[in-house]
């Protein structure tokens, strides 16, 4: 009875260390998983905030143009509306 007792308490001893590097295993395993997450995460984020920043600029450049091409157009149709009354007047 004695060596069963043994032999049971060595197997429940066996079995907890068995268990615990497993556990610790599982544990490596997930930290190494999140800190490869984490760096992709990191890495397509700067690519996403990379592009956003060129489309901004991009938007800002179309926008002054759109703006300096509206400018000229305002400028040639008052032109044309002054020319307009010139040309009336002398009627």
């Known amino acids: 009875m004695k060596v069963e ?8 001893f066996d079995a907890k260390e068995k ?3 497993t556990t610790d295993h599982a ?7 999140e800190e490869n997450f984490q760096q992709r995460f990191r890495k ?4 996403n905030e990379e592009d956003l920043t060129v489309v901004k ?3 800002a450049k ?3 143009k759109i703006i300096k091409d509206l400018q000229e157009t305002e400028a040639k149709l008052r032109d ?3 020319h307009s009354e010139l040309v ?4």
């Open 19 to 21: 268990a615990e590097i």
């Open 88 to 91: 009336d007047q002398r009627r």
């Open 80 to 82: 044309t509306m002054e």
């Open 27 to 33: 544990e490596k395993i997930f930290k190494k998983k």
């Open 44 to 47: 397509e984020t700067k690519v």
């Open 5 to 12: 007792q043994e032999t049971l308490r060595k197997q429940l």
């Open 62 to 64: 179309s926008q002054d």
């Open 57 to 59: 600029e991009q938007y």
